[in-house]
């Protein structure tokens, strides 16, 4: 090479690398979203909707099971499980497989302290006549 002169390569001065591997930084961009997607998804639905919990200064602190039965009861007297509307067949439905399936489960209510008594008291009816007795009421402190 000439000084002074501009740079000249020729093809035995360029050296050749090895291009960089894309498909595996694909497979762990692919990994990570789906990651997200399964965090993002294992949300705890009974806490989007808008409840205002009835307030208690005795309430006892306890931990909820994993395969708690979880009911939200709304301020319009509606019942959900899992973020899903039930109607009074589907309530019936499944609380009588729940009972079936395991009568000691433990089950816990979200009731708004708006709602109505008489809403609270008709699933609590519901779950003890189907033989659920371990029965929670959600509150704040």
Do not use: W
């Amino acid at each position: 090479m000439r000084s002074g002169a501009a740079a000249e390569f020729n093809d035995e001065d360029v050296q050749h690398q090895n291009p960089l591997p894309v498909t595996p930084l694909i497979d762990c961009f692919v990994l990570i979203l789906v990651f997200f997607l399964a965090c993002a998804s294992m949300t705890k639905p009974h806490k989007e909707l808008d409840l205002q919990l009835a307030q208690s200064s005795a309430a006892k602190l306890t931990a909820s099971l994993p395969e708690t039965l979880i009911f939200v009861v709304s301020q319009g007297g509606e019942v959900y499980m899992e973020n899903q509307l039930l109607t009074k067949g589907a309530l019936h439905r499944k609380i009588r497989e729940a009972a079936a399936e395991n009568n000691k489960r433990q089950v816990r209510v979200d009731a708004d302290r708006r709602c109505a008594a008489q809403h609270l008291v008709y699933l609590l009816d519901l779950l003890q006549f189907e033989g659920l007795k371990n029965v929670g009421i959600r509150t704040r402190d």
